[in-house]
């Protein structure tokens, strides 16, 4: 890798399972990383000791390690209060970071006054005014400081790689709370301190984190770092338009694993819904690499449909060639596995599918139920006019071709009988390439009403 290879990193809380979003975030990164021959991070921002579980980190390693993505370096927040402490301290030393005593029923009282006499409801530094006495007064009283980051309240500007130049005026910002009372981080610091320590180049995450940025590079320049470069993706949101929620547990990949969606079919919507180009099916996530330029996502939300996910991924299962599934349907026991994949891959919706194929080339057929004279008497004759095996693809043409002649009959009078007899269904995949995974002994059997 070389010295200019881009590092990008991974964050998610682990608060609740990843969700379709989520995983739209994580793999702009890890598909970031790979056009760019560059490393991904995978960072458990898990500073809030209260929400954060192991469960939940264990979990999201699963859904990421489902979709294909495998990190370069992995890192803990809670691990790294040392840093965090440091650079708090550096901040403080310099009167960026200040105490502050207000309660949460103050401060909304003011932003309510705020309001009523139409000012932004701004947080007004009134703490900033606390004389050392008045701070020792209160913290007699028992209450204990949370610190804020003073704001310079000049604009900051940035190319934004998804959506161009952004400027935000900070005077229009109150000063974020970086600690909390009881000594805790919010995310906003320990992720700069992160990103300064390891090197991350490009920050790519999602729109709602555009206001941060603004906060986030201002802390950057306070602790004399050089700034990553940003790209803030444009949103997912359920089809009534509502957000995705991790915490409520919306469209989570573990119950989208549960219903059986392929992970490249999950992986190729999450990455091209919202984006400039058509969704399309691919075989392996690494087909998704350099396809989605930054600059291609939309600037606005994108709807995210389950029916639309459901086709995304027949249409996968459709074009995915025998070598790609050679393992799965080993797993299942599936005989003749290369014929039977090229049988019944274009009508598979999920993977699973197979199995329900699976059964009706090797299990007992129901027989249709009292077909009419004209027909039990044509089925009767097809099986006598059966080929003797071996059979290949060309054994139906061969047989049908024949049957046409003797029977007078055509189209559908023709084929219906013999699908509704062979395989119990009306429909289903090309008798030419099923009837040799039937058998003689089986299709003998059928055509004679016997359950084969
Ligand atoms: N923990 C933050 C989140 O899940 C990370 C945001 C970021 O990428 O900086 O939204």
């Not at 590092?7 to 760019?36: C, D, E, Q, Y």
């Not at 840093?83 to 403080?92: E, H």
């Not at 989570?252 to 099916?281: C, F, M, N, Q, W």
């Amino acid at each position: 890798m070389s010295a200019d290879a881009p590092v990008v990193r991974f964050a998610p809380s682990p608060t609740g399972r990843l969700h379709i979003g989520n995983a739209r975030t994580a793999l702009f990164n890890w598909l970031f990383a790979k056009a760019h021959t560059g490393s991904f991070i995978l960072r458990y921002d898990d500073t809030d000791r209260e929400r954060s579980t192991e469960r939940y980190a264990q979990g999201i390693a699963e859904d990421l390690a489902w979709l294909g993505i495998v990190r370069d370096r992995i890192a803990r927040q809670s691990e790294r209060i040392a840093q965090y402490d440091a650079a708090a301290d550096a901040l403080r030393a310099r009167g960026l970071l200040y105490p502050c005593y207000e309660t949460e029923e103050e401060l909304e009282y003011r932003r309510r006054r705020q309001l009523a006499l139409h000012r932004p409801p701004i947080y007004d530094r009134a703490a900033l005014k606390l004389s050392a006495e008045e701070r020792a007064r209160l913290e007699g009283e028992g209450r204990r400081p949370y610190w804020r980051f003073r704001l310079d309240h000049r604009t900051v500007a940035w190319n934004d790689l998804v959506r161009g130049a952004q400027a935000i005026d900070t005077a229009s910002l109150s000063d974020p709370v970086l600690v909390r009372a009881d000594g805790s981080y919010l995310y906003t610091l320990p992720s700069v301190v992160d990103d300064i320590d390891m090197g991350v180049t490009h920050v790519i995450r999602g729109e709602d984190h555009v206001t941060n940025t603004a906060v986030q590079l201002a802390l950057f320049e306070a602790l004399g770092a050089r700034a990553p470069d940003f790209a803030h993706h444009n949103l997912l949101t359920l089809p009534s338009g509502e957000g995705l929620s991790k915490r409520l547990g919306h469209l989570s990949l573990e119950a989208l694993r549960d219903k059986g969606y392929e992970p490249t079919a999950v992986a190729a919507l999450a990455v091209l819904i919202g984006t400039a180009h058509a969704v399309e099916p691919v075989t392996a996530l690494g087909d998704l690499v350099g396809k989605v330029d930054l600059a291609d996502i939309s600037h606005s939300a994108a709807k995210f449909d389950e029916a639309e996910l459901a086709a995304l991924n027949a249409r996968t299962l459709h074009q995915l060639p025998f070598a790609a599934v050679a393992a799965r349907l080993a797993a299942r026991g599936i005989s003749n596995a290369p014929a039977f994949w090229d049988a019944v891959h274009g009508n598979l919706e999920k993977f699973s599918d197979v199995d329900i194929w699976a059964a009706m080339i090797s299990e007992p057929v129901a027989p249709p139920e009292t077909p009419s004279v004209e027909d039990a008497d044509f089925l009767r004759r097809a099986a006598e006019k059966l080929p003797e095996e071996p059979w290949d693809q060309d054994t139906w043409a061969r047989w049908t071709e024949a049957l046409k002649v003797t029977s007078g009959r055509k189209g559908r009078a023709l084929f219906h009988p013999l699908r509704l007899a062979l395989t119990g269904r009306e429909a289903g995949p090309e008798l030419k390439q099923l009837l040799p995974l039937i058998g003689r002994a089986r299709a003998l059997a059928r055509l004679r009403g016997e359950n084969g």
